[in-house]
């Protein structure tokens, strides 16, 4: 994969540039921390993959996203910012990006971040060669093609809103999240809502695999939200993001224990529910 690197300070290009290089992701094939030059720069060199920050002099990550991927909607975008404003980051889903990282930079995240990007381009192109194969086919046969609806379903719309808030709160590198979201999608194609033991069970026997090893990824994915979570009260107590997750998506009694382990006043963290994770996904996921 190429890669292209934008971000006003030359510490955080450095920092991305070292992991993608240092991990073996891909080529850096250019960076930048002037805006302006950055885009006709991407557009010229047509990286698969652009790391960009939200908030820069002269022009937002936003209306880079934006600008670019007008003129090539095949690259994909990959926020790092400090930003934790839920409405700014639901703007840069609707402009476009892939997923949104919360600095300070988590080395071990963006790497799975990037990942996960990588393994989603590599999949889109495996199917755009199936639906070429398919459509030459339908050609040489005399047979037509319906034009795609564009219009998102709502389930569509509840799994990108799932996948929004996942993001919000940093899970979208963690392994176990992967399974959150195919729960998810599980429990809208069979019309069901989260019912403790019984769906997770049904989603490991849908594997083949041990439903206690299940849970352990999804333990270990929740947790790394509340400790992020946990990290925004710590840092500012009326931040929006920690106001709406801090007591629907966990347990507060488990935030703040999570709190006093960053803040040294604790040696012991705090314990996600499963239960009370998915039950306040599903609440915040079908509001209106």
Known sequence: MKFYVLDDLVASVKVLENIIETKNLGEVVGSSTDVEKAIPEILAKEPDIVMVDLLMPKKD?????????????????????????????????????????????????????????????????????IRNVI????????????????????????????????????????????????????????????????????????????????KQRIRRAIKKGLTNVASLGVEDYYNDNFSEYANTLFNFEAVRSEMDLIRGKSQYGGSPSIDKFFEGLELLCNEA
Not at 190 to 201: Q, R
Request: aromatic letters at 4%; hydrophobic letters at 35%; zero cysteines.
């Open 135 to 214: 459509g030459d086919d339908k050609v040489a046969s005399g047979g037509s093609e319906q034009p795609a609806s564009s219009t998102v379903s709502p389930q569509e719309a509840i799994l990108t809103k799932t996948r929004r808030i996942l993001g919000t709160i940093g899970m979208l590198g963690e392994a176990g999240t992967k399974d959150i979201m195919s729960v998810t999608e599980m429990m809208i194609n069979n019309g069901e809502s989260y019912t403790s033991k019984i769906t997770l069970d049904k989603y490991a026997q849908s594997l083949d695999s041990d439903p206690k090893i299940v």
């Open 61 to 129: 990550g936003i209306t880079v996203v934006r600008e670019i991927r007008d003129v090539n909607p095949d690259i994909s975008f990959i926020m790092v910012s400090q930003v934790a404003d839920k409405n700014m980051i639901q703007d840069a889903y609707e402009a476009g990006i892939e997923f949104f990282i919360t600095k300070p930079n988590n080395r071990i995240e963006i790497e799975k971040v990037i990942n996960n990007v990588i393994e989603k381009r590599q999949m889109a192109e495996v199917l755009k060669g």
